[in-house]
């Protein structure tokens, strides 16, 4: 019986460490599994192995919620800025960059946009008596109702302009109405990461439930810079639009109300500014977003928000920009 149970005592010594070398076995192959090859060869998803699959971030700029150099900046005349490599994907200047702020009309550009992505620029659209509703000192392109005006028109007015009848026929030409063009802006917002944002407005005249954040604002610029017809937009100083009102033909001119561009403000040495948008309201303050290349022709996206004077804005952007992107 002895020699039975010393017998037994070392099947089960041999066995027991048998156990242990499968179980570091086993922990070595999870460890390796590699979820998207198996995926991909079992037909859970179609997305290819793992060396096709490209992450949603992975040609974005990418930041927490930590504040970046804000001390060598004059960062209090601001609420919000961020400069963004775009060629190098780096985040080179960040202050408060996901708190969410009024964009005034730098919401434009979400409209000017979707109105590239969804819209026939040779598309003529009538101007509606709700278009050319707007206060006195709203900034308008002077649309009548009744008037006949390409979309392509439109936007040009919309981004140079600023023209809030613009967007507001933009919208209702696109969507039918106001209401289910704010529902589109959203939907392509959360579709580019911009989740922090809420729109209601195509303008961005003040709503409580209108906003976005500097960091959104940048996704929404750097998707929109991929379409070509929106870039030509962006980055134009001029314009001269012909369109019907009254019956009669119509020419106007537009200049851009980017301060970079017109020459009123001196650019940072070493940059060339490429494009804007402005904003502003009495919420929102002075809000300015903005295309440039640095000596290296890195392409940068910056963004102040909520400045205090329009001075202070161009003055941080321009520390922005030389102190980080040079």
């Not at 050319?132 to 109702?145: G, M, P, T, W, Y």
């Not at 704010?182 to 961005?204: C, E, I, R, W, Y």
């Not at 001119?253 to 490429?274: E, S």
């Not at 392409?299 to 161009?314: E, G, K, P, Q, T």
Request: glycine share 8%; net charge negative.
């Amino acid at each position: 019986m002895r020699c039975i149970n010393k017998y037994i005592a070392l099947v089960l010594v041999i066995a027991l460490a048998g156990s242990l070398v499968s179980c570091g076995s086993q922990k070595e192959d999870i460890t390796s599994y590699k979820v998207y090859d198996t995926s991909f060869e079992y037909g859970i998803t179609h997305n290819g192995a793992s060396s096709d699959v490209e992450l949603f971030a992975h040609d974005l700029c990418v930041i927490n919620t930590d504040d970046l150099g804000t001390s060598n900046v004059d960062s209090q005349v601001a609420s919000g800025a961020g400069a963004f490599n775009v060629s190098e994907q780096t985040t080179v200047d960040a202050q408060s960059i996901h708190e969410r702020l009024y964009p005034a009309s730098t919401t434009k550009i979400l409209t000017a946009y979707i109105a590239c992505l969804n819209g026939n620029l040779d598309d003529y659209y009538t101007v509606s008596a709700n278009a050319v509703k707007q206060a006195n000192d709203s900034s308008v392109i002077n649309l009548k109702e009744g008037d006949v005006i390409s979309l392509r028109d439109l936007l040009y007015g919309l981004m140079l302009r600023s023209g809030n009848d613009a967007a507001i026929t933009i919208a209702e030409g696109i969507s039918g109405d106001v209401e289910s063009f704010a529902d589109l802006m959203n939907d392509t917002a959360q579709k580019l990461g911009a989740t922090n944002s809420h729109f209601v407005t195509p303008n961005g005249l003040h709503d409580e439930n209108h906003y976005t954040t500097v960091y959104d604002m940048y996704l929404i610029l750097n998707a929109a810079l991929e379409n070509p017809d929106f870039y030509n937009i962006f980055t134009a100083n001029n314009y001269t639009a012909n369109y019907t009102s009254g019956g009669k033909a119509k020419t106007v001119d537009w200049a851009t109300t980017n301060q970079y561009q017109t020459g009123k403000v001196k650019k940072p040495a070493g940059f060339t500014i490429l494009g804007g948008k402005t904003g502003t309201t009495g919420a929102a303050g002075y809000c300015l977003v903005l295309l440039s290349e640095n000596e290296d022709n890195d392409r940068i996206i910056s963004i102040v928000f909520n400045a205090d004077c329009r001075s202070n804005l161009y003055l941080l952007m321009n520390e922005i920009l030389s102190n980080y992107c040079t």
